[in-house]
């Protein structure tokens, strides 16, 4: 008792030195069980070592054979290898006993290369007994969801000896999910004994647990056992559950599809659908994005050096990390609009100006244009795809009720609303709006009333390419970032717009949630291909019942 | 649609007249990438004298969307070509490379591979890497009893005598991916892939194997489907070329897995692995506890995937970069010299990783020279014999290889896990598989 006093005051003093003592202790015990004679010694010490975190790289690293002896005269050490290795393939040693260097007699550091040594042999059953500490170990971990599988890992084994071990871990956990995993756990544990038998069952459909329905449907389906109808009671239970949590997710997904097709689009809806401009180099727009993103992540970070047309552009690193490295996909959103729209501007006042009247020649154009701009990415970038790493904030996700919330799927959400609030901002509350919509609804008056109808249409434009960078700068987080990327988009574009009524924004969103929604609802029945083909025929029929699409733009002018 | 197949007529016009032997792009490696092709438009075909070399055709796509996987492939051929024109060549005489580029476009390889076997005449050929491919030139090479060696894994169900194998059978490559998952408790397992030949084959082959080995229908995930005879025609989750949205496919495979003993078998081809990948990362699905093991994915494809998401996740092939052995170490000095040194100006020189398709292109160079040095001929039929006599071995750089009667070949597989640094782990060894095309219904004979 006044050991356990002391015990806890100097854990209060000093936790840094308690923690060394006792790490110290549990290490010893490791090169102990590792230096046992037999088999069964070494079992019967690997079974009592401490939940200790610091054992955990000795015993993974004993697990899978690379745990090795060093013979000092004196004693036999244990010791484990340095991931990194010198310009020889050689590598540092790690006395397993103490954390440290592994020196010799003489007090210097050895060397090893890993290919000349032998490793200590475990057997099957060793090997089982140290998977269970290290499972132990997780229980411990600080990542909640590590703790999270390693309880549920506990709970599907099934076996009666953890079950003490979880309950003297739940009045410890804080986090809401790992407790619920832990009590789901112990029902599963439950559920193999016949006297807690149906309590467990009922605690499991309480639970709601995905993970034991194969074990209850075994109940259910065995006539002889007496809880057959607490178990069909808990499966149902479980698949309402399921359903529901089906039905929420495949409702924010095709949410968050939609939005992708809404902000890929949008740039579309105001080149093709109010400039009128049939522009087949719309995807490469957001590859421009996506490549400008790639080009500030590497800024960044370490650096990047391209070499297009025979020249060499050096372009130097932050070298920053963390917060500050993961803040760069919130400069490269600027960076990729202005770049896309200085594309797009550039290729209004060399091709596209000259073609307002001619509709098709602007799709033979644009479309050669988009040929041009794939290329000059292969000689820039290089073919292959390119690597663009999402920050921190964007990767993850937090579960609700087993409805999986992206936190890219919810960013893109948001980031959709945004940049759609922007666009009617821009096109309703400026004097630039006003120019850009009386020239597209009548080119020639607005100039005759004085309006600058080129200069509007070249910012026009560029609006539009640049709201497609925008779109590239996200997609480079859930997709490729290539030089043929803006291909798989074209077509979506396209359809969307047109789906939308073209020369209406409104349209196009309506119609990229409404496709992505049926996307998102077909593909759990039919499949992907499937599923794509039907939204296809059911564009397809729609239009030949709406050719205008969902909402008709009304227009005085005879041309259309 | 209609924009696609105009531009792959076009890349064809085009490429029917890049054909080209070796040392013209050597000559024009003053030009710029873009003048070279134009310069070889303009020189007349000249070739070598014809006594002391023997053409070797390399039918691989260099552009169109196969260019980025294939490219490799052709440098590591020239590399072996180099290597063995060092050493005096075959039978005293210099291998001379045939290149031409398909552009991928599967029925140009027919017509390319004519024109190899019927006005270059040579000795034996080195390509494809799709399927689709293979099988649109195999007419051709049985028509004109030609040589094809094919280096690429695939779903087997083939055998012809003018194509030897040294491509991962099913049972080279899935199968003991599949061994290694049971051996580490997993029961219940997820097939997804890209709707194509390879993979649908693939996964009823693995669908009988997985029968066999006891696992239910219910643990085998991502739907089956069956014809009206209630034959099971498709097994798991397919999905388009160059599709991108995995988020209903990974929350399926999250609840699948959701029992902690499941495991994913993924058969995606190309660019769709990165939002897979990614997806499967965010949605909190870890390598641990649901490994995905993907049997498309080799070094040099995770060069341009996001290796962070896939640490942890598991690969298995006949060859690894990060072998330790003396015969690969052997091998990667000596590729990186020739790209440092010897390499023509159209191979691209930095960031290269070799990797199983390239390792078994370059063991099939070695394996044919080794035939047709025992045959003493470079006569199609005498080393075809001298092949199928199982006589004919090779010590790679992944191990040892034999060709067997059926014009497949024996060689080790390992599982590695992915590493940060894009490179693979391995985790276990299985040595000397023999390869076995014809698997579909022969698991369950012994049951």
Redesign the interface.
């Known amino acids: 008792m006044l050991k356990k006093i002391l015990l806890c005051l100097l854990l209060a003093i000093a936790p840094g030195f308690v923690r060394a003592a006792t790490d110290a202790e549990a290490r010893s015990l490791l090169a102990q069980a590792i230096g046992a004679a037999s088999d069964d010694d070494q079992i019967k010490l690997t079974a009592q070592l401490p939940a200790a975190p610091t054992l955990k790289k000795g015993l993974i690293a004993w697990r899978e054979g690379g745990v090795y002896l060093y013979d000092s005269g004196a004693a036999k050490i244990a010791y484990i290898l340095d991931d990194a290795t010198d310009a020889d393939g050689k590598s540092k040693a790690f006395r397993i006993d103490t954390g440290e260097l592994l020196k010799d007699p003489a007090g210097k550091p050895v060397l090893f290369v ?2 000349d040594l032998n490793a200590v042999d475990t057997s099957a059953r060793l090997r089982r007994v140290i998977q269970t500490a290290l499972d132990m170990l997780a229980l411990a971990d600080p990542d909640p ?2 703790r999270r ?1 390693a309880v ?2 506990l709970g ?1 084994s099934q076996k009666k000896a953890y079950l003490a071990l979880l309950e003297a871990r739940r009045p410890l956990e804080k986090d809401v999910d790992v407790r619920n995993a832990l009590d789901e756990a112990a029902a599963l544990i439950n559920l193999n004994d016949p006297a807690t038998q149906a309590a467990a069952i009922r605690q499991l459909g309480d639970l709601h ?6 074990l209850l449907s075994t109940i259910a389906e065995n006539p002889g056992s007496p809880n057959v109808k607490g178990a069909r009671a808990a499966l149902k239970q479980i698949d309402t559950y ?1 359903s529901w949590s ?1 039905f929420y ?2 409702l924010f ?1 095709g949410l ?2 939609g939005s992708i097709l809404l902000i890929v689009a949008l740039g579309l809806a105001i080149t093709f659908g109010l400039m009128g401009v049939i522009n087949m180099a719309h995807g490469e727009f957001i590859a421009v994005g996506a490549y400008a993103t790639y080009v500030v992540q590497n800024v960044f970070g370490a650096g990047l050096a391209l070499s297009p ?2 020249f060499s552009i050096n372009l130097p690193g932050l070298n920053l990390s963390g917060a500050r490295y993961d803040s760069y996909f919130l400069v490269s959103l600027p960076v990729a609009f202005l770049c896309a729209a200085l594309v797009g501007l550039l290729l209004e006042r060399a091709v596209i100006q000259f073609l307002y009247r001619r509709p098709l020649e602007s799709l033979l154009a644009t ?1 050669g244009v988009s040929l041009v701009l794939q290329q000059s990415f292969r ?1 820039v970038f ?9 920050p921190g904030w964007l ?3 937090m ?1 609700f009720h ?1 409805v ?1 919330f ?4 919810l960013f893109v959400i948001g980031f959709a609303v945004v940049i759609v609030i922007g666009t009617w901002l821009v096109l309703t509350k400026t004097p630039l709006g006003l120019l850009i919509r009386a020239v597209m609804q009548k080119r020639d008056m607005a100039a005759c009333i004085g309006v600058r109808t080129e200069r509007v249409n070249m910012m026009t434009f560029a609006l539009g390419s640049g709201l497609a960078g925008l779109a590239g700068a996200f997609l480079s ?4 970032t ?1 030089p ?1 990327m803006g291909q ?1 988009y074209i077509v979506d574009c396209f359809m969307t717009v047109v789906v939308g009524g073209v020369g209406n924004i409104v349209g196009a969103i309506c119609s990229a949630l409404g496709i992505g929604m049926i ?2 609802t077909l ?2 029945f039919i ?3 499937m599923g ?1 083909i039907t939204v296809l025929a059911m564009i397809i029929l729609f239009l030949q019942w709406r050719p205008a699409g969902l909402f008709v733009t009304k227009s005085r002018s005879l041309e259309g | 649609m209609a924009r696609l197949l105009l531009s792959s007529g076009f890349a064809a016009v085009i490429n029917l007249k890049k054909t080209h032997s070796i040392d013209m792009i050597k000559s024009s490696r003053l030009f710029g990438s873009l003048l070279a092709s134009l310069a070889i438009l303009a020189t007349p075909l000249k070739s070598k004298a014809a006594e002391d070399t023997i053409k070797v055709g390399v039918l691989h796509d260099l552009s169109g969307t196969m260019a980025i996987s294939e490219t490799s492939l052709r440098d590591i051929l020239l590399f072996a070509f180099d290597e063995i024109n060092k050493k005096g060549g075959v039978l005293g005489k210099k291998i001379e490379p045939v290149i031409v580029d398909p552009g991928s476009d599967w029925p140009t390889f027919a017509t390319l591979a004519k024109r190899l076997l019927e006005q270059d005449k040579v000795a034996v050929v080195f390509g494809c890497w799709t399927s689709v491919s293979r099988k649109s030139c195999l007419p051709v090479f049985e028509k004109d009893n030609g040589m094809l060696f094919y280096p690429v894994q695939y779903e087997g169900e083939e055998l012809s005598k003018n194509i030897f194998y040294t491509a991962e059978a099913v049972n080279q490559q899935a199968t003991p991916a599949v061994d290694y998952l049971l051996e580490q408790g997993k029961k219940k397992f997820y097939l997804v892939g890209t709707d194509y030949v390879y993979p649908q084959t693939t996964n009823l082959v693995l669908l009988e194997y997985l029968r066999s080995k006891g696992i239910p229908l219910e643990n085998i995930g991502g739907g089956l489907r069956k014809d009206d005879s209630g034959k099971v025609i498709s097994a798991g989750k397919y999905t388009p070329f160059g599709h991108t949205d995995y988020q209903q496919i990974v929350a399926d495979i999250k609840q699948f897995a959701a029992s902690g003993d499941a495991c994913v078998i993924n058969t995606i081809n190309g660019d769709s692995n990165v939002p897979f990948f990614k997806e499967i990362a965010n949605s909190g699905l870890s390598a641990a506890d649901c490994p995905v093991v993907s049997l498309s994915l080799s070094e040099d494809e995770l060069r341009s995937l996001p290796t962070k998401n896939l640490v942890g996740e598991l690969g298995c092939w006949s060859y690894f970069m990060s072998l330790d052995t003396a015969a690969n170490k052997k091998f990667k000095a000596n590729w990186a010299e020739w790209l440092k040194n010897d390499a023509p100006a159209e191979v691209k020189k930095e960031k290269r990783v070799t990797c199983s398709p390239m390792v078994l292109s370059y063991d099939g160079v070695y394996l044919w020279k080794a035939a047709v040095e025992k045959a003493k001929s470079f006569d199609v039929d005498k080393v075809r014999e001298v092949l199928e006599s199982g006589d004919i071995t090779f010590d790679g750089p992944g191990g040892k290889t034999t060709v067997q009667k059926n014009h497949h070949v024996t060689k080790n597989v390992y599982v590695g896990e992915t590493k940060a640094n894009g490179q693979f782990k391995i985790l276990k060894e299985f040595k000397q598989v023999y390869g076995e095309p014809f698997l579909k219904g022969t698991f369950m004979k012994g049951q």
């Open positions: 890993s290919s969801q590590a599988s549920m890992k599907m647990s995905i993970g034991s329905y194969k399921i089906n997710g495949t997904r968050s599809l047309f025979g479309w000689l290089g073919a292959a795809n390119v690597q663009v790493n999402s990767s993850g996700n579960t087993d999986i992206g936190y890219n799927r987080q859930i997709d490729n290539g043929s798989h996307d998102e593909q759990p499949g992907p291909v794509k």
